[in-house]
């Protein structure tokens, strides 16, 4: 159930886009998924989880795929947001060491494989459109979208998320004889 509950958080004016990647994840292709989830506060307000389109050659490769998308699902919410008068800062929050670094340096550095997508992403991270900050493995609620994850960590994700399960058959569901 997707509970929206009296905010907690003590900055709601922030929209925090939680991304993870898993690296080749798919046997058959070898393709990797990136999984997101968008945050008011504590609210959640969107989330996904995609096959990437390429074939990623590492993991740090797969992992700005997944912050890239992130970071434009959150800019695509911001200003939704900014449309209906609610101001908003973007903060893109991953666990992925090596990406954050690639999007914080300016150019290609010696990364072979950097795409047009990461450029953007270091010139919109340098106008200060939003933040990319380091949040540890095991409180990215993303982590779910992107793998298998043990019963305690998806439900330590799903609470944070505000979603929880329920057990049994809605009463306005029909009865099927």
């Keep these: 159930m ?26 058959v292709t070898r393709r990797s998924t990136s999984g997101g989830a968008a945050c008011r506060g504590d609210h959640l307000i969107k989330h996904w ?9 590492s993991s740090a490769e797969a992992e ?8 434009a699902q959150g800019l695509g919410l911001q200003t939704i947001a900014n449309d209906l008068g609610i101001p908003l800062n973007l903060v893109v929050l991953t ?3 090596a990406a954050i ?6 150019g290609l550095g010696k990364v072979r494989h950097l795409a047009t997508a990461d450029l953007w992403m270091q010139d919109r991270i340098r ?5 990319l900050l380091k949040v540890a ?41």
């Design 95 to 97: 666990d992925a060491t």
């Design 64 to 71: 700005l795929t997944g912050i890239s998308k992130g970071a």
């Design 2 to 27: 997707w509970k929206f509950g009296i905010q907690t958080n003590d900055n709601p004016s922030d929209l925090r886009v939680f991304v993870d990647t898993d690296f080749a994840g798919c046997h």
């Design 101 to 106: 670094g690639i999007c914080r340096r300016r």
């Design 127 to 131: 106008k200060g459109d939003f933040q």
């Design 49 to 57: 989880s995609t096959t990437q389109v390429t074939v990623a050659l």
């Design 137 to 177: 493995g095991a409180d990215n609620p993303a982590d779910m979208l992107t793998k298998h994850v043990d019963k305690p960590l998806l439900m330590k994700h799903c609470s944070a998320l505000g979603l929880s399960f329920e057990s049994g058959r809605a009463e306005s569901a029909p009865n099927i004889p």
